[in-house]
């Protein structure tokens, strides 16, 4: 048994860090010294990985969260609940992908448009003049689908 300082050193964050994730119910203290110190284990290590390893992959704390009641209890689900999550993050990871496609493609036009010269002054650039232009937002922004 360890506490908080001793944790954080051990998983590379601030004990801010697991505090939060405590507060938030991503991992829970092991016991508490006679002192009243919060103490934790091997298996609250384990546990931070686990958060850690669902954030670098895209995860809301409400799905680690999840994912977590799930193992805790893992004989009582399936993996087709676990999958659900995971889906449907792809889901959501693909439309934003789309979108920022959509996004860049636009940026992409009105920026390959200007000659950037530097001796032009920009009353007459043509980026100025694309995002003013009332037609842009119907030929090339993200609200045209």
Do not use: W
């Amino acid at each position: 048994m360890f506490q908080i300082g001793e944790l954080a050193k051990r998983c590379g964050v601030t004990a801010d860090t697991l505090r939060f994730y405590e507060k938030n119910g991503l991992i829970n203290p092991a016991g508490r010294s006679e002192s009243g110190y919060r103490l934790y284990n091997e298996e609250n290590q384990k546990q931070v990985a686990f958060v850690l390893k669902s954030k670098d992959l895209g995860l809301s704390l409400e799905e680690i969260k999840e994912l977590l009641e799930i193992k805790l209890e893992a004989t009582e689900h399936s993996c087709a609940e676990v999958k659900a999550i995971t889906s449907a993050k792809l889901t959501v990871i693909d439309e934003k992908i789309e979108e920022l496609t959509r996004i860049r493609t636009a940026l992409k036009k009105i920026n390959d448009a200007c000659c950037g010269d530097v001796e032009d002054n920009a009353s007459h650039c043509s980026i100025l003049g694309a995002l003013a232009d009332e037609e842009c937002e119907q030929s090339c922004c993200h609200h045209h689908q």
